[in-house]
Structures are given as C-alpha cells and as structure tokens.
C-alpha cells in the first residue's frame, strides 16, 4: 500500500519568513495529493491540492509543488503569519475508489 | 449544510464497556471514512465505505472494532469492549461523489478509555 513521510514533524519561523513542508510518497500509482490544516482542537480542512498533471498549484500565500518523478510534493507557505500555526498534513491517493494516506504532520509555529 | 455532524464530542468510560460513535455525513456524499487520531501514529483509517458498502477496513486494529452504515445518512464505530489504549480522537470524513476528492471532517469524538 501507500506509505506518505513528512517532514520536518516540526517547524519554528519568524512572522514573514517562508516555511517549507516536504513529503514523499512510495505509491506510483497516486495521481491526487492534497494538504489539509488543522488547528488546535478542531477538524483537519482541506487547504490545497494538486494533481499529478500539474507541477505547481499556487493559493495567495500557499503553493504546492508536485515531482512525480522523484515522488515528492512540498507545501510553501510564504509571508507566514500567526494564524497559520497549526499541524498540516499532507496526504497521497491513487485513482478510483482508493484510500487517502496521510503523512504524520508537521506541526508549524509562528513566532510573532 | 451543517457539514458532517459527529456525536459524542466527548466520551469518557470505563476499560471493558462498549462504545459506540454517531456520524451523519454531508447529504448527497456517498463514501464515508473513519479515521482514528493519535500522537504516536497521527491519522489512521479505520474503515470507509462507498454507497454504504465497506470498501476497505483493513485499518481496524481488531475484532473489538466494527463500523455499519445501514444508509446514505447514518454509520456508527462501535468499540467492545474499549481498552485505554483506543484512548484518541475519532474523526469521519465524507466524500462527494465525482471527480472532487476533497474530504469533509466531523468536528471528531474525543474518546478517553480510563
């Protein structure tokens, strides 16, 4: 099956830098790679996703990158702020009716 | 839409009784995911189902787990007998059906076996 790591598990930044959250995945077969956020206490939501026919998808201040070859996917967030401290996900899926993995989270915090 | 609606938020019980988790998905979805949430091993799928049929349960970690989904608006995780180890916060998800993959989560059970 599908086997999604992530890293760094954790993340300090200065209000305003960029943060960088990378990950790889094992399954050639994924083709849909989706980030979600969540907040302390609350409900992991969708932030961004990409697909494999796409290299990079950008979102305001949040960008994806895809390698398919390479099998990895990064999420960039720039301009950070307060309110992006939180734990982030990123998650693989193959075609069909397949499972989503999900990576083990990093845990971002932004220093004001 | 109220979104995926979870019940309880909060249940706490003894080592050997049975638990049971509530999840009412968004209307018009038709796959329904439970995912168990932990410090150790972060989001795990348990089971999902696609037109109230289980797709997938390899993730339930034993027989003292089982999952139903007796129609489109209702499926349940019932846990007998709970140990201090299922101690963690249970999530559903559901998913439109189409080409949008995107997951809605429940506001989660926070489940502590004592």
């Known amino acids: 099956g599908e086997n999604v790591e992530q890293h760094p598990s954790t993340l300090s930044v200065q209000e305003g830098d960029s943060a960088v959250i990378k990950c790889t995945y094992s399954d050639s077969a994924s083709n849909y790679f989706p980030w979600y956020k969540q907040e302390l206490g609350k409900r992991p939501q969708l932030i961004i996703d990409i697909r494999s026919n796409v290299g990079e998808k950008k979102d305001q201040r949040i960008a994806v990158t895809l390698n398919k070859t390479a099998k990895h996917f990064s999420l960039h967030i720039t301009e950070t702020q307060p309110e992006d401290s939180a734990v982030y996900f990123c998650?693989?899926?193959?075609?069909?009716?397949?499972?989503?993995?999900f990576g083990t989270g990093t845990k971002l915090q932004v220093i004001p | 839409d109220a979104g995926v609606i979870q019940s309880p938020r909060h249940e706490v019980t003894e080592m050997g009784q049975e638990v049971t988790l509530r999840c009412k998905p968004i209307s018009g979805h038709n796959s329904l995911f439970w995912y168990r949430q932990t410090m150790m091993r972060g989001l795990e799928l348990l089971i999902y189902?696609?037109?109230?049929?289980?797709?997938?349960d390899s993730g339930m970690p034993e027989d003292r787990f089982s999952a139903k989904m007796p129609n489109a608006s209702f499926s349940t995780l019932k846990i007998q007998p709970s140990e201090p180890r299922d101690s963690a916060v249970y999530f559903c998800?559901?998913?439109?059906?189409?080409?949008?993959?995107?997951?809605?989560f429940g506001s989660g059970t926070q489940l502590s076996v004592l």
């Open positions: 998800a559901s998913r439109s059906p189409g080409d949008n993959e995107k997951l809605f």
């Open positions: 189902f696609n037109n109230n049929v289980p797709i997938d």
């Open positions: 998650a693989a899926k193959p075609g069909g009716y397949q499972k989503v993995t």
